[in-house]
């Protein structure tokens, strides 16, 4: 599961112009990362036009995945994941980005021209959020619980192995104290034969 972008353009005008964004191209290869990074902006702008205000949506692109989320002040958050990282997520971290962005910069910080409107906790958000189940609580639970699944099941499996041995120890113990009775029976009626003088 990969972050690869964070990003909050402004879409009330076309074209839609990046505000602020932080990318994590360490994945790339040295030739590969400008490109990249070129398409991540590129096709975030397109992205960011087509979405209305109030709308979500997921678009799937050459592997990766846009999440985009639409506000009715002018600005649209995106993130951009690969197929594996949980849509989830995804939203709640825009939703959350976008939401402190608003309240750092009102509409009238942006409304007019083209700025470039820095948020540093984006640094933040893009190395913590690389591995959802940390940054997640409600993930971070059903990981916890679907190890603790795991051991029960292992637990259970357990006493049932104990509980057939026991009863193949039963099977034996049944089988030797009847072979010993036949001995005590044949052994009685050798002694009755013969008297000791």
């Known amino acids: 599961m990969k972050l690869f972008y964070i990003g909050i353009l402004k879409n009330d005008t076309k074209p839609a112009h990046e505000l602020c964004s932080e990318k994590d191209l360490t994945s790339f290869g040295r030739f590969t990362k400008g490109s990249f990074g070129e398409f991540m902006t590129l096709f975030s702008k397109v ?53 402190e962005f608003l309240v750092k910069y009102p509409r009238s910080q942006f409304a007019e021209g083209t700025p470039d ?31 603790t699944k795991i051991v029960l099941h292992k637990t259970i499996e357990s006493v049932l192995e104990r509980g057939e041995k026991i009863d193949t ?25 013969c008297m000791v003088m």
């Open 47 to 99: 992205l960011a036009e087509r979405t209305k205000p109030g709308q979500r949506q997921d678009v799937e692109e050459k592997g990766n995945t846009f999440h985009v989320y639409g506000r009715s002040e002018g600005v649209a958050g995106i993130i951009i994941t690969d197929h594996e990282y949980p849509a989830l997520v995804a939203h709640q971290l825009l939703s959350k980005v976008v939401d």
């Open 117 to 147: 409107l820095p948020l540093p906790q984006l640094k933040d958000y893009i190395v913590k959020y690389q591995d959802p189940a940390q940054a997640d609580s409600i993930m971070k639970i059903q990981r916890e619980l679907d190890e």
């Open 169 to 193: 120890l039963v099977e034996k113990s049944d089988g030797l104290s009847a072979q010993s009775r036949m001995f005590y029976t044949q052994a009685k009626k050798q002694n009755s034969c």
